[in-house]
């Protein structure tokens, strides 16, 4: 479609990178993806073509082999990728989050040592910060590192990581209470170490485990996983900056500019998901007529497109602040809320416009409405954007005197 969610005041280079990822989608991604994803299959032959297109160092400076591309860029880029399967947009995503927080709070010789190969695509990054027990609760975390020597001994569970079978670096945020005396913040001692693997499952380097895929609902064929850490042994040039104590603002950084590409998912989807609904309405006849010339169907267009342009305008807001070196946090949170419930919503209007061939498998919404939910959770939940909202409009709007 060429109608909706169009972006003013793009560059000739940014109107060709995404003509090239947009023509990629059409002809390589979703003539495949409904079926790769029916069979859980990791989509080895699409990261290939994406791979050879940059789109792994898409921001990665220039001076590592990277396109030095803007955040803008990537999120209109992840956009594209989405539309045609959002597995493959989430593959790309922790790499780029993995990569954004080397450029930004790496060491020199972290940068020298990771981020070329990352740009190449032949490094596959990973980040982990959650546990089976603490959800959005970060201070929770309960996994360690100890520091023995010219190293640090990690020990503990963590959840839900996308690219954990398939990752070579994982960024892996523990406890670190060296130099941090018992009772401090709980955030001033955390740690993030860059953690190096053989990519596969089961023992994947002495002492750390990734146990399987965990199957899910829907976000198929991309990998999640657990990571079980028993021993772990890790040279102290691998905490993430080298400096203990700042793994907790790192991964917040790391995560904001995710939220703005998570936004930049739920765009993708609800775009195809009206691409679909839209033209199953002008195929499918009741009453001597397509459906699309009932009033009721015609509604639900109309707030369908409204709500993709609406999460659209909201991303590009958010990624332009970021892009500007401003403060966006803010922006990336409402960005982030708006556009995954925007996506539920058009998805499911598109959903029943399918009537009951949208229950059918052999259609594609069904695997769009499989997947527009794991959009409501990841990269914190419609809740803790709200607590995020809230807290930065209360510092913009507080009262004086």
């Known amino acids: 479609m060429a109608r909706l969610a169009q972006t003013a005041g793009l560059t000739d280079v940014q109107q060709e990178i995404l003509s090239t990822v947009r023509d990629f989608v059409d002809k390589e991604i979703i003539p495949v993806a409904t079926e790769l994803e029916h069979r859980d299959e990791y989509p080895q032959a699409i990261v290939d073509g994406l791979k050879e297109l940059g789109l792994f160092g898409l921001m990665i400076p220039e001076e ?13 880029c992840v956009e594209e990728i989405a539309r045609g399967w959002m597995s493959v947009s989430g593959i790309i995503n922790t790499h780029f989050i993995v990569a954004y927080m080397l450029k930004q709070h790496g060491t020199q010789e ?17 980040f982990s910060m959650s546990e089976p027990a603490l959800g959005s609760d970060v201070s929770a975390i309960t996994s ?41 913040a709980p955030h001033k001692s955390m740690t993030t170490f860059l953690v190096e693997k053989e990519p596969g499952f089961g023992e994947v380097r002495p002492g750390l485990t990734i146990p399987g895929k965990i199957d899910k609902m829907g976000y198929k064929g991309v990998d999640t996983t657990e990571l079980i850490m028993d021993g772990l042994r890790i040279p102290a040039n691998r905490v993430l900056g080298g400096t203990t104590g700042r793994g907790f603002y790192q991964m917040m950084d790391g995560v904001e500019v995710g939220r703005v590409n998570v936004a930049a998912r739920g765009c ?14 002008q195929q499918r006849h009741t009453f001597g007529k397509p459906i699309a010339q009932h009033q009721a169907i015609q509604f639900k267009l109309a707030e369908m497109a409204t709500k993709v342009e609406a ?61 527009a939910p794991m959009l409501l959770i990841g990269e914190g939940t419609a809740e803790i954007q709200k607590m995020i909202i809230g807290r930065r409009l209360l510092e913009e709007y507080r009262l004086q005197g």
């Open 64 to 76: 590592y082999g990277g396109l030095g591309e803007s955040l803008l860029t990537y999120a209109l």
């Open 110 to 126: 972290q940068k020298d040592h990771f981020l070329p190969r990352m740009a190449a695509g032949d490094i596959r990054g990973a």
């Open 144 to 184: 360690k590192a100890v520091k023995d020597g010219d190293e640090y001994v990690l020990n503990g569970q963590k959840m839900w990581l996308t690219n954990g079978g398939t990752s070579s670096l994982v960024a892996v945020l523990v406890r670190s209470d060296e130099g941090h005396p018992e009772g401090s």
């Open 268 to 281: 993708g989807v609800a775009q195809r998901a009206f691409e679909l609904g839209v033209q199953y309405a």
């Open 311 to 371: 999460a659209h305008a909201m991303m590009v807001n958010a990624a332009r602040k970021k892009d500007s070196g401003e403060r966006n946090d803010l922006e990336a949170g409402m960005a982030k809320y708006l556009a995954s419930e925007y996506c539920k919503e058009v998805v499911e209007d598109s959903f029943r416009i399918h009537g009951g061939y949208g229950f059918s498998k052999e259609y594609e919404i069904e695997r769009l409405y499989r997947e």
